[in-house]
Every structure is written in C-alpha cells, then in structure tokens.
C-alpha cells in the first residue's frame, strides 16, 4: 500500500493492556511503518507497548484514559504539541474519552480526524448520545462491522458517505497451526493442568473477565449439561480480569454452588492464543451485550475451532451457524447448553471438519493484511482529499 510522502500517522487509545481495540492499533501501526511511514501511539501505557515499538512504532504516554475535563485539556494541548512537533498527517481517535482530546486537537492544527467505533455504545440520555457521538464528528469514520455501521446510522445524524465498513483482521502468520509447535501446547497444558487423551471436550471462553462476555450464563449452561447427565467436558475462562475482583469473585462463587469446579477454571491471562485454540475444542462467546465484531469468534476459527456465540452483534455475521459453528440466542442458557450438546454429540470428526470450514472462510474475509490494506487505503483518500 503507498502512504503519501512523510507520511506520519498518530492513533489515540486509553492504553495498551489487551483487546480488540489495542491488537487493531498495533497492527495498524506495523503496516504504516512497513508501508514507509511513521507510527505514533498516544496512550497511558500497558503490556502490548513493547510489540508496538518492536515493530517500529512510537510510544508517546500521556493520561489520554481520563475523563476528568481538566485532565482531557491538558491532553489536548500535549497532542496538539505533538502533532505540530511530528507533522502528523492523520490522528485516529479508538475511544471516546480521548477522542474529545484528540479532535480538539486535530482541528487546532487542521488536520484530518478519524474515528473508529470499535463499540455499539449505549445512549440511555441525551448528554450520553452527545458524548458517544464525538467519534462521528471527525472526517471519517471506520466501523469494525455492518452491525456497528448500522447502530451508527441509527443513533447519530451523519452522512452515509463518511462511514466506511473494515472488519477487524487476524494476522494469519501468528495464527497459523502449521507454527505453533509441539513445546509451545506442551507448556500451555501443563500450565492449565490439562491431560491430554482423558475424552473432554474442552470450550475456550477467552477475552476480558467482564460481566458482558456472558460467563455466567456459561456456568449455568453447564450446570444444565451436568442435570442431562453429560459429563464430559471442561469449560476454561482464559482473561485477566482487570480489577474486577468482586465479578472474578462472584464466578467463583457459582462455578462453587453449582459443584462445577471440575468442569470450569479461570486460567487468567494467555499470552500465547493460537496455542491456546489448538489445545482446546471449542470456542465460546456467550456476549450478553452485542459484539461490535467479536475478535474472539473470528481468530478461532482461523485456527481451525467451531465456535459456539451469541446470535447478535458482529458474531452474527462471522459466525455461520451449523456450518462454522453455533449461534444461541444471547443470554440463554439452556439454548447455549443445546448447542454444546451438539458439539459434544459431533465427535472429534466433525469438529474438525466444522473447523476446517470455518478456517477457510475466516481466512479469506478476515485477515489482518485486508484490514490494514483498507485502513491505509482510506488515510491515504483522506489526505488526498484535505490536499
């Protein structure tokens, strides 16, 4: 892809813990740098800042994650330094609250704005409608699905035309199973305590450990699957929980009540995913809110899993039910226990055979390669356009 000449881009995120949102900046970030440019990241920090200037980027911290107008003012005056000390050609706002910072900023200096709204946003008041609609206020903005393109539409007044669809992509070479070798699923095994050849069928819950991403209701449904008399599966919960000790608690106070603690474990945070799908089955994401997209249905998938999700959001449309997987209606626990009923009923076989096809399908619409391509491309007009 070619950038314009000195062509420097400046994204803007809270921080760089993990998630969708982060794994899109730094992917971003590396095709710019690849493609000839320059690639800022303005944010508080986290674990994903070392990948970002490994792979050529820069790091610039600043307390872009607050909410504190005074806080978000000062933010704004140290990008607008920022971008007139760099010559920035492009600042890329990935959440709300430093959205405000990075606009203020970007139209102090006149330069191009864009947004991307990684999140269906709710909008329960007028003042929140008015706070969530920063990330239309720039010249374009980049929805990560049809289903968030739509709820744009929807909730805010803006020109169709400034609206532009790019999925979320997977990088195929990370996950790719012909790379991962034997010593890396030997290690992740032993760390999650998990034999190999014992007939369970195990799911693989991954993300945030966060009310949202529907843990509850897969503890129920398991609880449901054990009343049918079913056995012989493992659920694992694989995410950090950020701070959110009480809801960390109260999972482990059902999984307890339910007498599911051989059956369901939190595992904490994995650093190494496509390891992590290729030692389990099956992949769940019971979201009882809307995916924008649902990174964690799609990179499964690429890896050769079935996956089993919440029919809405973005998991809806990367998620064929009956032929890559399974969709459920959100918030359903029996109809989510019906649906790993299936997938313990198919056999090792036909797992594989779903996920072969589910392989093929996520590779061709959803490959990081595609994303950056067309994050580019629409820089690139931008630029063009302003000029």
Known sequence: MNLPADFTLLQVIPELETGGAEQTTIDVAQAVVEAGGRALVATRGGRMAARLEADG???????????NPLVMLGNAARLTD?????????????????????????KATKTPFVATYH?????????????????????????????????VLAEHEIDPGRIVTIPRG??????????????RLTRLRHQWDLPEGDGRVNFLLAGRITRLKGHLVAIEAARLLREQGRDSFRILFAGDDQG?????????????????????????????????YLITDVALLPSIQPESFG????????MGRAVIAADHGG????????????????????????????????????????????????????SVDAMCASTLAAYARLVETRA
């Not at 990174?295 to 690429?302: D, I, K, L, M, N």
Request: charged share 25%; with cysteine.
């Open 170 to 183: 997977v990088d195929l070479d990370r996950f790719d199973p012909r790379l991962v070798d034997e010593g």
């Open 315 to 366: 998991t809806a449309e990367t998620v064929q039910s009956g032929k890559t997987g399974w969709l459920a209606p959100p918030g359903d626990a029996a109809a989510l226990a019906k649906a790993m009923a299936k997938a313990l009923d198919a056999g090792p076989e036909k797992l594989v055979a779903i996920g072969q096809k589910a392989a093929q399908r996520a590779r061709r619409l959803y």
């Open 82 to 106: 920022l971008i007139r000390r760099e010559h920035v050609s492009v600042v890329h706002a990935r959440s709300r609250a430093p959205a405000f910072s990075a606009l203020w900023a970007a």
């Open 57 to 67: 980027g820069r790091l610039t911290q600043m307390p872009v994650q607050s909410k």
């Open 244 to 276: 959110r000790v009480e809801y960390r608690a109260e999972l482990e106070a059902a999984i307890a009540a339910a007498g599911l603690a051989d059956h369901i474990r939190l595992v904490g945070h994995c650093d190494d995913m496509p390891a992590a």
């Open 119 to 151: 999140g269906v946003y709710k909008a329960q008041s007028g003042l929140k409608r008015w706070y969530n609609a920063v990330m239309t206020r720039g010249d374009m903005v980049i929805a990560n699905s049809d289903y968030t393109r739509a709820h």
């Open 295 to 302: 990174r964690t249905a799609v990179e499964p998938q690429v």
